[in-house]
């Protein structure tokens, strides 16, 4: 159904945002950054009262896996109002309901499934982590709350508590998020993911470590308000391995991640956990207000009343969900997108890499973010404690510019006189995913097309090696714990961006929240929503719905290209001269690896 135009000489528009402006809470958000008056929506698209459309990456914050007023929604809300059917029913059971816990069941994780309960909540997903939170107390007889910095659950004060953008109260002890490109430990990688899971399990067991006995931990899957940052599988499988030693239930917060958002049905999928607690909202209504905790059976505890809600029984929001859950699991739209998302990020990058001001690209599925720095401030060095070496007061003799001396006998790795060396930063280009595999025994570079970028010849020893060495803002390590892996005289490529465990990293530039809102309005001029985010506002943040179209696809990318350079442009900032911008997003070239 094509959206026909609207009459409008913005004189209507106008007067809307105005009333709304005077008689609104100062509370109010998106209408502030987004100043439209949607009349109509289909899809992708939206229409404002004055005849402008849009391309919604917004997407009600994720709501709309399907986008605007699909066919199969719409249906299934026609089909109860035809019915008769009453439209609230508290926690009564009703076919509606039936159906909608069926199809639910059959897409959850199958360990999870096959022993669960459903607690249907307020319609917020707030409400459900204020129901999780209650669970898990009630259950465990425990008080204390494991939390993560970055995080967001919600608004309602035990949410919030638990959210990073609060000071922890009511028990919540905070633990460092695996966040690569600003690094907690200022290391980054597979080493930063690792020490914070080693905190978080030194902390448990430490008897003076302070924290509250937890009667849970809590987690996203992928921070999306903290910044669309994933968390890596491997550190996923840990925190589970961490809770389940020592009994303490896992609540998997899928609120925004859930509903082949992230490629995945469910975010957890990508690793294969398993959580205790899942707390689901947003897309499982269909776009409209529904939210659920789905737990293990035996936390199954609390009385009657126990947790409850006027609206938990909106029957609309159930067919609507209902709908949603069948169309994306029978049409494998969470494979669609990963596909998609994989090719989003990978231009992404390739646009990213002659911008500096792009500090990072990251995502999973369609969920992706694009992280805006301040280049021009220069580098800033860290030189905080690491886990292995204690705190780091100078990292050595810093080596010439352009090139990097052979390091002397490694102090503690376990192999007398093994070493590592790193040949002239001149040889260091700007490749946006080289890495390295292998381990003792050999390092081998992943993209030998472009082995030039990589680091150079790698003697092995064991617990070191390199495990992620690249171009320009790259972040490998010497890792595997191997103390004073490079010596006394470590030294750094000047600007390389490269890291090693126990030396000082050089912190990404500051955020730039200015030059991102500056982005968004330039979008909105070009007729593309996009939402803010990230620990500083910094973060350019993409949710468009699972239908995207391939043509949308590209329609997305070339306005967020042209809004980047011109936001660029006119931002002020020391940024040299842009690339050109013809062809900003070709087509990778046939020998690429992808």
């Given at each position: 159904?094509?959206?026909?135009?609207?009459?409008?000489?913005?004189?209507?528009?106008?007067?809307?945002?105005?009333?709304?402006?005077?008689?609104?809470?100062?509370?109010?958000?998106?209408?502030?950054?987004?100043?439209?008056?949607?009349?109509?929506?289909?899809?992708?698209?939206?229409?404002?009262?004055?005849?402008?459309?849009?391309?919604?990456?917004?997407?009600?914050?994720?709501?709309?896996?399907?986008?605007?007023?699909?066919?199969?929604?719409?249906?299934?809300?026609?089909?109860?109002?035809?019915?008769?059917?009453?439209?609230?029913?508290?926690?009564?059971?009703?076919?509606?309901?039936?159906?909608?816990?069926?199809?639910?069941?059959?897409?959850?994780?199958?360990g999870l499934a096959a022993r669960a309960r459903?607690?249907?909540?307020?319609?917020?997903?707030?409400?459900?982590?204020?129901?999780?939170?209650?669970?898990?107390?009630?259950?465990?007889?425990?008080?204390?709350?494991?939390?993560?910095?970055?995080?967001?659950?919600?608004?309602?004060?035990?949410?919030?508590?638990?959210?990073?953008?609060?000071?922890?109260?009511?028990?919540?002890?905070?633990?460092?998020?695996?966040?690569?490109?600003?690094?907690?430990?200022?290391?980054?990688?597979?080493?930063?993911?690792?020490?914070?899971?080693?905190?978080?399990?030194?902390?448990?067991?430490?008897?003076?470590?302070?924290?509250?006995?937890?009667?849970?931990?809590?987690?996203?899957?992928?921070?999306?308000?903290?910044?669309?940052i994933p968390a890596p599988d491997g550190w996923?499988?840990?925190?589970?391995?961490?809770?389940?030693?020592?009994?303490?239930?896992?609540?998997?917060?899928?609120?925004?991640?859930?509903?082949?958002?992230?490629?995945?049905?469910?975010?957890?999928?990508?690793?294969?956990?398993?959580?205790?607690?899942?707390?689901?909202?947003?897309?499982?209504?269909?776009?409209?207000?529904?939210?659920?905790?789905?737990?293990?059976?035996?936390?199954?505890?609390?009385?009657?009343?126990?947790?409850?809600?006027?609206?938990?029984?909106n029957q609309l929001a159930m067919a609507a969900?209902?709908?949603?859950?069948?169309?994306?699991?029978?049409?494998?739209?969470?494979?669609?997108?990963?596909?998609?998302?994989?090719?989003?990020?990978?231009?992404?990058?390739?646009?990213?890499?002659?911008?500096?001001?792009?500090?990072?690209?990251?995502?999973?599925?369609?969920?992706?973010?694009?992280?805006?720095?301040?280049?021009?401030?220069?580098?800033?060095?860290?030189?905080?404690?690491?886990?292995?070496?204690?705190?780091?007061?100078?990292?050595?003799?810093?080596?010439?510019?352009?090139?990097?001396?052979?390091?002397?006998?490694?102090?503690?790795?376990?192999?007398?006189?093994?070493?590592?060396?790193?040949?002239?930063?001149?040889?260091?280009?700007?490749?946006?995913?080289?890495?390295?595999?292998?381990?003792?025994?050999?390092?081998?570079?992943?993209?030998?097309?472009?082995?030039?970028?990589?680091?150079?010849?790698?003697?092995?020893?064991?617990?070191?090696?390199?495990?992620?060495?690249?171009?320009?803002?790259?972040?490998?390590?010497?890792?595997?714990?191997?103390?004073?892996?490079?010596?006394?005289?470590?030294?750094?490529?000047?600007?390389?961006?490269?890291?090693?465990?126990?030396?000082?990293?050089?912190?990404?530039?500051?955020?730039?929240?200015?030059?991102?809102?500056?982005?968004?309005?330039?979008?909105?001029?070009?007729?593309?929503?996009?939402?803010?985010?990230?620990?500083?506002?910094?973060?350019?943040?993409?949710?468009?719905?699972?239908?995207?179209?391939?043509?949308?696809?590209?329609?997305?990318?070339?306005?967020?290209?042209?809004?980047?350079?011109?936001?660029?442009?006119?931002?002020?900032?020391?940024?040299?001269?842009?690339?050109?911008?013809?062809?900003?997003?070709?087509?990778?070239?046939?020998?690429?690896?992808?």
């Open positions: 159904m094509a959206l026909s135009a609207v009459s409008d000489d913005g004189g209507a528009t106008q007067g809307i945002l105005r009333r709304q402006a005077l008689r609104e809470s100062a509370a109010r958000t998106y209408a502030r950054a987004l100043p439209i008056v949607p009349v109509r929506a289909r899809g992708m698209t939206v229409e404002g009262a004055d005849g402008r459309r849009y391309l919604d990456c917004l997407s009600g914050a994720g709501a709309l896996a399907l986008g605007h007023n699909h066919p199969v929604v719409l249906d299934a809300i026609r089909a109860v109002l035809d019915s008769e059917a009453p439209l609230q029913v508290l926690d009564l059971a009703t076919p509606v309901k039936d159906a909608f816990t069926d199809e639910l069941f059959a897409t959850l994780p199958p459903v607690q249907f909540c307020g319609p917020a997903g707030t409400d459900a982590v204020e129901a999780a939170l209650k669970l898990v107390r009630i259950a465990t007889g425990r008080d204390g709350l494991l939390a993560f910095s970055g995080a967001y659950h919600g608004m309602t004060a035990g949410a919030l508590a638990a959210s990073g953008g609060a000071p922890a109260a009511g028990g919540v002890t905070r633990l460092p998020f695996p966040y690569d490109y600003r690094c907690p430990f200022g290391v980054g990688g597979e080493r930063g993911a690792e020490l914070s899971a080693r905190w978080a399990e030194k902390l448990l067991d430490d008897p003076k470590g302070g924290a509250p006995d937890p009667a849970g931990m809590i987690l996203e899957p992928v921070q999306g308000e903290g910044g669309v996923l499988r840990r925190m589970r391995e961490i809770t389940a030693d020592r009994s303490i239930p896992l609540i998997a917060d899928e609120v925004q991640t859930g509903v082949g958002r992230t490629g995945a049905f469910w975010a957890v999928d990508h690793s294969g956990v398993v959580p205790d607690v899942m707390v689901l909202s947003q897309a499982i209504g269909g776009g409209l207000p529904l939210a659920v905790v789905v737990y293990r059976e035996d936390l199954d505890v609390w009385p009657p009343g126990a947790h409850a809600g006027t609206f938990r029984g969900g209902t709908a949603t859950l069948a169309y994306v699991r029978e049409n494998h739209l969470a494979q669609r997108a990963a596909v998609v998302g994989r090719r989003m990020l990978e231009r992404l990058r390739r646009f990213a890499a002659g911008r500096p001001q792009i500090g990072e690209v990251r995502g999973r599925g369609l969920m992706i973010g694009l992280e805006l720095v301040a280049p021009e401030t220069g580098p800033i060095a860290e030189t905080g404690p690491t886990a292995e070496t204690g705190p780091i007061a100078e990292a050595g003799p810093t080596a010439e510019a352009g090139a990097m001396a052979e390091t002397g006998a490694m102090a503690e790795a376990g192999q007398a006189g093994a070493a590592a060396r790193v040949e002239p930063a001149a040889r260091v280009g700007p490749v946006a995913d080289a890495a390295w595999e292998g381990g003792p025994g050999g390092a081998t570079p992943y993209g030998a097309s472009q082995s030039e970028a990589a680091l150079g010849e790698v003697t092995p020893c064991e617990g070191a090696w390199l495990t992620g060495a690249e171009g320009e803002g790259a972040r490998g390590a010497l890792g595997g714990g191997a103390r004073g892996a490079l010596g006394g005289g470590a030294r750094q490529i000047p600007g390389g961006g490269a890291s090693y465990a126990g030396v000082a990293r050089t912190a990404a530039p500051p955020p730039a929240p200015a030059l991102a809102a500056a982005v968004q309005q330039e979008c909105l001029r070009r007729g593309l929503i996009v939402e803010l985010g990230g620990r500083h506002n910094a973060v350019i943040r993409l949710l468009p719905p699972l239908t995207i179209t391939d043509e949308q696809t590209e329609a997305v990318l070339d306005r967020l290209a042209d809004a980047l350079d011109a936001a660029i442009r006119t931002s002020g900032t020391r940024s040299g001269e842009l690339p050109p911008a013809a062809a900003p997003f070709a087509p990778p070239s046939a020998g690429s690896r992808r």
